[in-house]
């Protein structure tokens, strides 16, 4: 069965500070996708990455980056230097298959507030 | 494009009552499905649909009925609203998996 745990509930940093938010899944395919996804405090899912499984190399967007590591079924997502807008509820999320085109197993999301 | 559209955005229902949650997208996505948030549950899939005329449920399908007639529109329906389904619906669609577009969502209240 597929399964995605993001063990931080809540993180708080200050500002200007990096963070890493953790994500482990489990799953019985070779072939899948992660996910992450940001709910700011207005509440809609804000998309930020997709990555499939035969992809480990590391990705960046900006302050963004991501570390996909098959080994450890591991898929972490890093902030550099944190600001006030990063604020907000982050969700792992996985989708076995091919496609990447099946239901999404989300894990319960962890809390992230930057503080000024 | 719209893209996925929700109706309405919040809802109160008395225990019993019955209502529709409208989900529809421009996108011309075969994907489609509906997700539950609670407080510290994250998502948890609804029902689901490949296409029209085609639904299949996910984790928590009790109490609620899908139904895909078109391509664009993925109605979900609460038969006889209950508190435990006090929570916040979005629906999302998808076309080749590259990224699920969700909707803005629905706060529905069961009293």
């Given at each position: ?102 239901p ?13 | ?22 989900c ?8 489609m499905s509906w997700y539950r ?8 899939l609804i029902h689901y649909s490949?296409?029209?005329?085609i639904t299949d449920q996910g984790e928590v399908p009790n109490g609620y009925n899908v139904s895909r ?5 993925f109605p979900l329906r ?11 619906y979005?629906c ?20």
């Amino acid at each position: 069965a597929q399964k995605v745990t993001q063990a931080q509930t809540e993180i708080s940093v200050v500002e200007k500070e990096d963070v890493t938010l953790d994500c482990v899944y489990e799953t019985r395919d070779t072939t899948y996708y992660l996910f992450w996804y940001k709910q700011p405090p207005s509440g809609e899912l804000v998309f930020l990455i997709r990555r499939n499984s035969f992809d480990e190399q590391n990705e960046i967007s900006g302050r963004y980056s991501w570390n996909f590591q098959k080994s450890t079924s591991s898929f972490n997502f890093t902030i550099t230097a944190s600001q006030v807008v990063d604020s907000a509820v982050y969700f792992c999320a996985l989708s076995e298959g091919d496609s990447g085109n099946t239901p999404l197993v989300f894990g319960k999301g962890t809390r992230l507030s930057v503080i000024a | 494009n719209a893209g996925v559209t929700q109706t309405p955005k919040f809802q109160v229902l008395k225990t019993g009552q019955s209502m529709t949650l409208q989900c529809a997208q421009d996108m011309n996505h075969e994907y489609m499905s509906w997700y539950r948030q609670d407080p510290g549950m994250g998502l948890r899939l609804i029902h689901y649909s490949v296409g029209a005329g085609i639904t299949d449920q996910g984790e928590v399908p009790n109490g609620y009925n899908v139904s895909r007639s078109t391509t664009e529109d993925f109605p979900l329906r609460l038969l006889s609203a209950a508190p435990s389904q006090t929570s916040v619906y979005f629906c999302a669609s998808s076309y080749d998996g590259n990224e699920q577009f969700f909707g803005p969502g629905t706060r529905l209240t069961v009293l």
